[in-house]
């Protein structure tokens, strides 16, 4: 299971930790339902991890707008495993969206500071 907490904003988050084959950062992510990739992470932490680009990605933003996103491969540490994922370039906060939730229930006390549990089904 992993676990996290319901920050100051109600955004439910959990620590990860991505690397390459050298280097490895722990980070907080926020869950994104509303995001269908795997993960974002910004520029600066995308460049000192050395991660792989891999293409150029359509996304539609919440306001419908579309935007290209480069693609990175990465290894996130998820559920005890390491796990193979595409990672999307952002200039914001890293996001864990739902291809990376595919297959767990989330559960999340929605009060600052609340219990945020993913268990795989």
Aim: one cysteine or more; proline letters at 2%; aromatic letters at 6%.
């Amino acid at each position: 299971m992993i676990t996290g907490i319901v920050n100051d904003a109600l955004e439910a988050t959990v620590r990860v930790v991505v690397q390459n084959d050298e280097r490895a950062h722990e980070c907080i992510a926020v869950i994104d339902t509303g995001f269908s990739g795997f993960l974002t992470l910004p520029t600066p932490l995308i460049r000192a991890l050395g991660l792989s680009w891999l293409c150029l990605q359509d996304g539609t933003l919440a306001d419908g707008t579309v935007h290209l996103f480069d693609v990175y491969s990465g290894v996130i540490h998820w559920d005890g495993h390491a796990r193979s994922i595409e990672i999307e370039e952002v200039d914001a906060e890293p996001l864990i969206g739902m291809a990376l939730l595919r297959d767990f229930c989330i559960t999340a006390d929605v009060i600052e500071g609340g219990a945020v549990s993913i268990r795989r089904l």
